[in-house]
């Protein structure tokens, strides 16, 4: 069982509609990402100043943060993944979502962990998600050309793609800065 015992998103704003929802807890969201893994631990990432550039450069945009928290999963003392949990803003309000990630920073799984918006809750769906599956800090993700949006949620599924694809930048360039492990950084470990 993870025994991490701290919020890594926070809710947004209050939505007055029926459709928003939260779907994920953190801790069932590691056990399910992570089923095999023995522990997962986690660290919060200040990007230096050489990170962050190279940040810029492979998305092509300033993130508008430099701070990250990355969750790896180890089985056998050796790593077997990474996530991150983020936030994109959708039309009215912010999208939760996690992205599992290879040790190479290829998309394994999308989740939407929280979705606060009256409509377009189909980002949700399995088949929008496997589009990310396989994709890597390389692969622009662009809607209309490399993943086709959910019709009538074309913002909530362009979030979706920006995060994920935010999400594989990052990790790689911190991966390869500071190694697989991520090694240099405050950790804290949970065993599952």
């Given amino acids: 069982m993870i025994a991490i015992v701290f919020v890594i998103f926070t809710a947004g704003g209050t ?5 928003p929802g939260t779907y994920w807890e953190l801790e069932a969201l590691l ?7 023995d522990r997962v631990s986690y660290e919060q990432l200040h990007l230096t100043a050489t990170e962050l550039s190279a940040v810029e450069a492979g998305l092509g945009y300033r993130p508008d943060r430099s701070e990250w928290t990355v969750f790896m999963a180890w089985q056998n003392e050796q790593l077997s993944g990474y996530a ?7 039309q009215h309000e912010p999208i939760t979502f996690a992205v599992r990630m290879r040790n190479d920073a290829q998309i394994d799984r999308v989740e939407v962990v ?3 918006e009256a409509w377009g809750e189909e980002i ?3 088949r929008f998600r496997r589009q990310f599956v396989g994709r890597d800090w390389q692969d622009r993700m662009e809607i209309d050309r490399d993943i086709v ?4 949620a074309t913002i909530s599924s362009r979030s979706i793609a920006l995060g994920a694809r935010r999400a594989t930048v990052v990790t790689r360039v911190l991966a390869a800065s500071r190694g697989p492990g991520l090694v240099g950084a405050t950790t804290a470990d949970a065993r599952l």
């Fill in 149 to 152: 949006a959910v019709s009538g």
């Fill in 124 to 126: 949700r769906s399995e």
């Fill in 114 to 116: 929280a979705y606060r």
């Fill in 15 to 19: 939505a007055t509609n029926a459709a």
């Fill in 31 to 37: 056990v399910d990402f992570f089923p095999d893994a």
């Fill in 84 to 90: 991150i949990i983020d936030e994109e803003q959708g």
